[in-house]
């Protein structure tokens, strides 16, 4: 098996439900472990990872009924920064050097986002995790990733996901649902086929990044889909 990585910089997406497991809600750090394992494996093979991680595990902005949506949002931003944290504790623990960076200033706790500083730590070989989404409501983190994808000039969005792939209709609910090794953003976009909401996927579409879609059943995927391994579902921009 060839050694060496297909991509050189990758902004990997990671939702927050991933990150509690089983128990659905806060950390598991058995489950964080894994996942970190599995980066340090990019990371020693001298991919560069930018991550960006969700707060669903803490809190989900659409399900907090009559508040305002801005201020929903804002609530949701601290918990991507709560999981920044976990996850750069766990990844320094087992010997990688990283920096969190936030959209949001909090500057006791993590660097504010900066795109040139980004890119040096990257170039330096550290794992930097980006919080607070995009810093502005309204904005998914699934926009985030792919707005810090494009400014780090990362190859390909990882998606970590709970689902294998991307589907042409729900697998959870239609046992006969059909997975595609491959799609165009055109054909998710026109079919509004679940892969990422619509900004996410332009945005991705403009700047011509491919996504990566695959399942974090088993950690090790992530190493998978650096190494270029056909796993998931490869969502490319082709006219």
């Known amino acids: 098996m060839d050694t060496k990585p297909k991509y050189a910089r990758v902004l990997l997406k990671l939702s927050g439900e991933a990150l509690a497991g089983e128990k659905r809600f806060g950390l598991d750090y058995s489950v ?41 949002d804002h609530i949701g931003m601290l918990a991507t920064t709560m999981n920044a944290l976990a996850l750069a504790d766990i990844l320094e623990s087992i010997g990688l050097d990283v920096r969190v960076q936030t959209a949001i200033s909090m500057r006791e706790v993590a660097e504010p986002y900066i795109r040139n500083r980004a890119v040096r730590h990257l170039q330096k070989g550290r794992v930097v995790i980006f919080g607070c ?19 780090i000039d990362a ?51 403009d700047n011509h990044i491919p996504i990566m879609v695959f399942s974090l059943e088993d950690p090790d995927n992530i190493y998978r889909a650096c190494m270029g391994e056909k796993i998931g579902t490869l969502v490319i921009d082709k006219d």
């Open 133 to 151: 989404g995009t810093g502005n409501p309204f904005f998914s983190t699934d926009t985030a990733s792919s707005l810090r994808a494009a400014e």
């Open 32 to 72: 964080i472990g894994s996942i970190c394992s599995s980066v340090k494996k990019c990371a020693d093979a001298g991919v560069e990872i930018g991550i960006v991680v969700g707060g669903g595990n803490f809190w989900r902005g659409r399900s907090s009924g009559a508040m305002d949506r801005t201020r929903a």
């Open 155 to 205: 190859d390909i969005v990882l998606k970590a996901t709970m689902v294998d792939g991307v589907y042409d209709k729900d697998p959870k609910k239609y046992p006969d649902a059909v997975r595609f090794d491959e799609i165009t953003f055109n054909d998710i976009l026109v079919n509004n086929i679940a892969v990422m909401d619509s900004t996410a996927a332009s945005m991705c579409k």
